[in-house]
Each structure stands twice: as structure tokens, then as C-alpha cells.
């Protein structure tokens, strides 16, 4: 079965140090994985996807994620976090050859003055 | 620019009264969704429509009917909410490319007195 699991609930982090936000994958063929973000009260926003190329895809507001196949992973990082990045974060991918998002259970990080 | 618009932005409707939501977009995509989103949890699909081909989920209950009359809206229509469907309502809108990320609204939060 195809799923997206993020298994951290809950990421708290210093401002200014740098944040790991964790996804695995597992989709039949080629993988289409994206990073959302969504404020209170608010839709989802995209941040960044990795369909092929370079494994290391930047994306908005210094965000980045590194796609590893061995490990059918996909993390969302940063390198030094902000208090205003205190969100609710989601990783998705297509399902199959639909146009259907798989999602993560979303992980709420915190980040603390 | 907004580019997916949900209107209202809160909706109060009673216990069995028909609500209707509204979605439209400037991008002039062609794949339109509708999630239905309940505390911080992972946006479920509840439908989608590609072009005028109409993708209903299999637990979408048959309480949710939507419309899309041209390219640029789609309406969710809840023709007896329950206290159960209380949530928010996100539309969001593709290109109908899999590599393409997905637009998302700002959402509609559904109260159910």
C-alpha cells in the first residue's frame, strides 16, 4: 500500500538552530514528493517537491529537503530556524499515475525564542 | 495576487441546512479538488475534477455533492450537514501535470450549530 509517514508529531527547536522536519515514502515508480506548510486558520502552502534531478532541492523562506532513495526518505531541513517558522508541516506525494496527494500525518514544529 | 479564492472564509449553517462553498481560481488549471481538513489532521480528498471529469473518493459520504460549471469554479454543496461535518474546507487547484504541486485556498471553516 502506498503511504507517506512522518512520525514525529511534534519537532521543538532553539531559534537559530537548525531544524529536521523527517518523511518516508512508499509509492509505487517514480516518486513525486512535496513539503507544505500550513499556519493557523490557514490552507497549505508549498514549499518545495522533488520530481528528479539533484537530491538536494531548495524551495522557499531557506527551506530545503533531501530526497534519498536507499532510504525512501525525504526531510525537510533548515539551517537555522526562525520562531515565525512555528508551523504545522506536511509531506505528500502523488499516488500512483493519479493526480491524487498521498499525505503525512503532519508534524507541528515549534520553534522557541 | 490571489490565485484560489474560497468564499466565505467562515460559514455558521445549521444542523440539516444545505451550505453551499465556493471555489475559484485564476490560474486556469485544469484539476480541481475539495479536502475536507478536522483538527490539524491531514487533509482528506473528498473529490476532485479533471477538466469536467468528475473523481468522486469511494468514503466520500453521498451528504457531499459538488459542481464545477466552467474551468475557473467549483462549489462544494453539503446538503444536511451533521455536527460531524464541522471542519475546514480547503479547495485547491493543478495543472494536471504529476510533477506540478497543487494550489491550495485559504480555506472555508464550517461551523455546524
Known amino acids: 500500500a502506498q503511504s507517506v509517514a512522518q512520525p514525529e508529531d511534534q519537532v521543538n527547536v532553539a531559534e537559530g538552530n537548525p531544524l529536521t522536519v523527517k518523511c518516508t515514502y512508499s509509492v509505487s515508480g517514480n516518486p513525486y514528493l512535496f513539503w507544505y506548510v500550513q499556519y493557523p486558520n490557514r490552507g497549505l502552502q508549498f514549499l518545495l517537491k522533488?520530481?528528479?534531478?539533484?537530491?538536494l532541492v531548495k524551495g522557499s523562506y531557506g527551506f530545503e529537503a533531501e530526497f534519498n532513495k536507499s532510504q525512501t526518505s525525504f526531510h525537510l531541513k533548515k539551517p537555522s530556524a526562525l520562531v515565525s517558522d512555528s508551523a504545522l508541516y506536511f509531506c505528500a506525494a502523488y499516488m500512483d499515475s493519479s493526480y491524487k496527494l498521498i499525505f503525512g500525518s503532519g508534524t507541528r514544529l515549534l520553534v522557541r525564542p | 495576487d490571489a490565485m484560489v479564492i474560497q468564499n466565505p472564509r467562515y460559514q455558521v449553517t445549521q444542523f440539516g441546512k444545505p451550505v453551499t462553498l465556493s471555489c475559484s481560481q485564476t490560474?486556469?488549471?485544469?484539476?480541481m479538488y475539495w479536502y475536507q481538513q478536522k483538527s490539524s489532521q491531514a487533509p482528506k480528498l473528498l473529490f476532485h475534477y479533471y477538466d469536467k471529469d468528475f473523481n468522486n473518493e469511494a468514503d466520500t459520504p453521498d451528504n457531499f455533492q459538488s459542481r464545477r460549471p466552467n474551468t475557473s469554479f467549483c462549489f462544494l454543496d453539503i446538503r444536511s450537514p451533521g455536527l460531524g461535518d464541522a471542519a475546514m474546507y480547503l479547495c485547491?487547484?493543478?495543472?494536471?501535470?504529476?510533477?506540478?504541486?497543487?494550489?491550495f485556498g485559504p480555506g472555508t471553516r464550517l461551523t455546524v450549530t
Open positions: 490560474l486556469n488549471h485544469n484539476v
Open positions: 522533488y520530481i528528479t534531478g539533484d537530491n
Open positions: 485547491a487547484t493543478s495543472r494536471g501535470d504529476r510533477g506540478y504541486e497543487q494550489y
